[in-house]
């Protein structure tokens, strides 16, 4: 019962920006550990970013630091992903997944387990 809905995704020309929503639905994603995944036609799925918890540092892939950030809402049922400075090369359906196992030496989960359907971004002029 439990689920994942990504949302926010959309058509930017370069340089523009999106912030994703990643909302859980039957549980609470405070305190949970979130990864966010892009992948591309064609290409194999990579992490974009992640956070272990509200009070840990985030991870972000070398593609996208410095443009995109990883959050979340107050209440602890949203993650979000604000992306700015977008480029063609962030096109790709992103997801976002909950992590399953967690070690302090990584910092990002080890393993998800449920994930969202995904959000399409494309960016062209």
């Known amino acids: 019962q439990v689920q994942l809905v990504e949302s926010g995704g959309g058509l930017v020309q370069p340089g523009g920006s999106l912030r994703l929503s990643c909302a859980a639905s039957?549980?609470?994603?405070?305190?949970?550990?979130i990864g966010w995944f892009r992948q591309a036609p064609g290409k194999e799925r990579e992490g974009v970013s992640c956070?272990?918890?509200?009070?840990?540092?985030?991870w972000y892939a070398d593609s996208v630091k410095g443009r995109f950030t990883i959050s979340r809402d107050n209440a602890g049922d949203t993650v979000f992903l604000q992306m700015v400075n977008l480029k063609p090369e962030d096109t790709a359906v992103y997801y976002c997944?909950?992590?399953?196992?967690?070690?302090?030496?990584?910092?990002?989960?080890?393993?998800?387990?449920?994930w969202g359907q995904g959000t399409q971004v494309t960016v062209s002029s």
């Open positions: 039957g549980f609470t994603l405070d305190r949970t550990a």
């Open positions: 956070i272990k918890s509200t009070s840990d540092s985030a």
């Open positions: 997944a909950t992590g399953s196992i967690v070690v302090a030496s990584s910092p990002c989960p080890l393993e998800y387990d449920l």
